[in-house]
């Protein structure tokens, strides 16, 4: 029997073969959080640029990295520093605000991922429907939801599968509607990546890592400041330059602010 290059070499290599059968799965996103930081330097997020970052790095505008949960370096997700920040003048967690616009429909997000052998797509779309919830305050899977097909967050067929439970995806542009100051945004990942754990009953976990553009953070809380006649942009904006760590212009000034996010997404139908 002959043995193809790419199967000798995961034999050499002690690894499996990488799934090739079909599969699709279409979920909406039960929770949405932004991650923060400990006081220790620890953070959940991705490695975006690569580097291990310290206060001597200039390509990162000297902003040092954190360090995951698992102990690994070099996580960027420069937000987490300002998140507090911005819960106690907004009076209210940026992830409660988040949940409570998920459960009443506000800001319902689809996510249909569909896999070919190494490869696949996957799209990101808003919901138009009231979703039933749960005895634990939640989205109860397996419903059937009504889903604006124009309303293209993010889709992608930048799709790598790791394995039958672990697929890699991006850089890809993504919105990801968050609220703020009582208001809903749409914040813009032009480079986002996301990583997708699948589990067996159609649900899936999943990271979100990226740099949203500091201008686009800047007309956010701009927009803010005149709908509640309070100054934000004198509260943040020095912070939202100083905290930025990415993608450094012509002047040295880094022009984008990495961030990271982790979703739970269950099993629905759509139409």
């Known amino acids: 029997m002959k043995t193809s ?12 073969p990488v799934p090739t059968s079909s599969r699709k799965l279409e979920t909406v996103m039960q929770t949405l959080k932004l991650e923060r930081s400990s006081a220790d330097g620890v953070a959940v997020g991705m490695d975006l ?9 200039d390509t990162t505008c000297r902003k040092p990295d954190f ?7 070099g996580v960027d997700n420069q937000l987490a520093r300002l998140l507090p920040l911005i819960d106690a ?7 409660a605000l988040v949940q409570g616009a998920i459960n009443e429909g506000t800001a319902l997000l689809l996510m249909s991922v569909e896999l070919r052998g190494s490869g696949g797509e ?5 919901g138009q429907d009231v979703p039933l919830l749960g005895a ?47 208001t809903l945004y749409a914040l813009r990942i032009p480079d986002a990546r996301v990583v997708l754990t699948l589990g067996e009953d159609g649900a899936i976990d999943g990271l979100i890592g990226g740099g949203v553009p500091v201008a686009d953070v800047l007309n956010m809380v701009d927009t803010a400041s005149k709908m509640a006649g309070v100054d934000y942009v004198g509260l943040f904006g020095g912070s939202v330059r100083e905290t930025a760590d990415l993608f450094p212009g012509p002047d040295g ?13 269950v099993q629905a139908f759509t139409f």
């Open 67 to 73: 360090t995951d949960p698992n102990g690994l370096p």
């Open 89 to 95: 003048a907004g009076q209210g967690a940026i992830d």
């Open 5 to 16: 290059s790419a199967g000798l070499l995961a034999l050499l290599v002690g690894c499996g």
């Open 122 to 126: 996957v799209k990101t779309l808003r």
């Open 136 to 182: 634990d305050g939640r989205i109860l899977p397996g419903q059937t939801l009504v889903v604006d097909r124009a309303s293209d967050l993010g889709h992608t067929t930048a799709v790598e599968v790791e394995d039958e439970s672990r697929v890699r995806v991006g850089p890809f542009s993504l919105d990801l509607p968050i609220v703020v100051f009582g």
């Open 49 to 57: 640029d690569g580097k291990i970052s310290t206060e001597l790095d």
């Open 253 to 265: 000034d880094c022009t984008a602010l990495s961030i990271a996010a982790s979703f739970h997404a």
